[in-house]
């Protein structure tokens, strides 16, 4: 497939670059963290290329804390897959605000325990940082849409009046 014809959100080759550095270098960190296989060189090496050397030990350390800190399975393809999964995006976008300087502990609530969401988020916003030094910037996710406003002379409905006695 040509590059110029992915229109996927999801595709990890439609990503920036820094995104796919800190994909592949998550995605190669769970190998070696399930297989026993030494993965830590190869991931070092990609990121002295950038000039973000320590960034490297930064994605090792939120490797393990998610591999240990998970409440439930935590969806991290092969370094090979095309497709991006809800949890990696997530992983992804809590670097990118981290590097914004925005705290995103609620962000991986649900997949790792409060602690890990504690210790990924703090990883998560130096991973980040560390880039930003070496010149490679994530891009912020869109902000969710805003609740719409409800009129206060609407009569309430729905299960909130339900509840009431």
């Known amino acids: ?39 830590d060189h190869p991931v070092v090496l990609a990121f002295r290329k950038v000039g ?9 350390l939120l490797t393990r804390i998610i591999g240990f800190g998970a409440e439930r399975r935590v969806q991290i393809g092969v370094p090979c897959a095309f497709t991006v999964t809800e949890d990696e995006r997530r992983i992804l976008d809590l670097v990118a605000i981290g590097q914004a300087g925005v705290s995103g502990t609620l962000m ?10 504690r210790a990924a988020a ?33 009569p309430s409905c729905g299960l909130v009046r339900a509840a009431l006695p």
Request: net charge negative.
């Open 1 to 39: 497939m040509d590059e110029d014809q992915i229109t996927e959100p999801g595709d990890r080759r439609a990503l920036p670059f820094a995104e796919q550095l800190v994909l592949w270098a998550l995605r190669l960190s769970v190998v070696g963290l399930k297989t026993g296989a030494p993965t």
């Open 52 to 60: 973000a050397e320590a960034a490297a030990e930064r994605v090792g």
């Open 108 to 117: 991986l609530r649900g997949m790792l325990s409060p602690a890990a969401c």
């Open 122 to 154: 703090g990883l998560c916003a130096e991973l980040g940082d560390l880039l930003a030094e070496a010149g490679m910037i994530l891009q912020r996710p869109a902000a969710p849409p805003r609740p719409l406003p409800i009129p206060a002379n609407l």
